[in-house]
């Protein structure tokens, strides 16, 4: 087994199958991308890239399946190194390739036109909406202050080639600045599904899709319930999670 050398605020997060994942408060994962990984439906042979990756989460629970290279980017050094743990303690150095940077940078760090799959996570709030958290970390993950979505949408048309995805997730509310947006970096809205904590709540998450390339036409697909009314996991999300919540 390869040992690593965790700082004093991070541990390790069973993610099922015998991967582990470095985490700390400053880089941790929330269900939004557990749901995001899945919806992206990766592959076999896709390369696919994760922007704003974070503590890496996607691209190993990507690791899953069989895959083509995967590639995952994050401005904050930190993310970075954290993953850099993972990969080695998962022995994944082989399949993930980790880029510390920016990619709105006037020379690109990755060829454009080279990836079948994008992937984020964006801030949810848009500048000057809701309150900024007070760490760098948060703000930057959170909140629109270093990368907009029109930033991260015209990354990710331009990591694509021709037929590719970019799947991302988003708050309800900012369904039209989404469509929007990738319409202007011509991707189409192809799928939407919404997500909803409980039967008959409203929905707190959207997942979509877009197609560099596409026809207009947008499929929508059923919604997707998190809990049934005792708390527990629906059918389908225990499914999602799959062999996570069992380590």
């Not at 048309?157 to 799947?167: E, H």
């Amino acid at each position: 087994m390869t040992e690593i050398s965790l700082l004093p605020d991070e541990h390790l997060e069973p993610l099922g199958g015998g991967l582990r994942l470095v985490v700390s408060p400053a880089h941790i994962f929330s269900t939004d991308s557990i749901l995001l990984s899945h919806f992206s439906e990766i592959r076999k042979r896709d390369t696919a890239c994760d922007i704003g990756t974070g503590s890496g989460v996607i691209p190993l629970l990507w690791c899953k399946r069989e895959t083509g290279p995967i590639t995952a980017v994050d401005i904050q050094e930190k993310a970075c190194a954290q993953l850099a743990k993972s990969l080695a303690l998962n022995h994944l150095e082989d399949r993930i390739t980790v880029v510390h940077g920016d990619l709105r940078e006037k020379h690109p760090l990755l060829p454009w036109g080279s990836f079948d799959l994008v992937t984020m996570n964006p801030p949810y709030f848009a500048a000057g909406a809701g309150i900024e958290s007070l760490a760098n970390s948060d703000r930057l993950t959170r909140h629109e202050t270093e990368c907009t979505l029109e930033d991260a949408v015209q990354t990710a048309a331009k990591l694509l080639r021709f037929g590719g995805r970019f799947c991302l997730c988003q708050k309800p509310e900012r369904l039209s600045d989404v469509t929007f947006a990738l319409r202007e970096a011509k991707l189409e809205l192809k799928r939407l599904r919404f997500v909803a904590q409980k039967e008959g709540r409203a929905p707190w998450l959207f997942l979509a899709e877009g197609k560099r390339g596409a026809k207009p036409g947008v499929r929508v697909e059923p919604q997707l319930v998190l809990q049934n009314v005792d708390g527990s996991d629906t059918a389908e999300m225990a499914e999602i999670f799959g062999d996570y919540r069992n380590g």
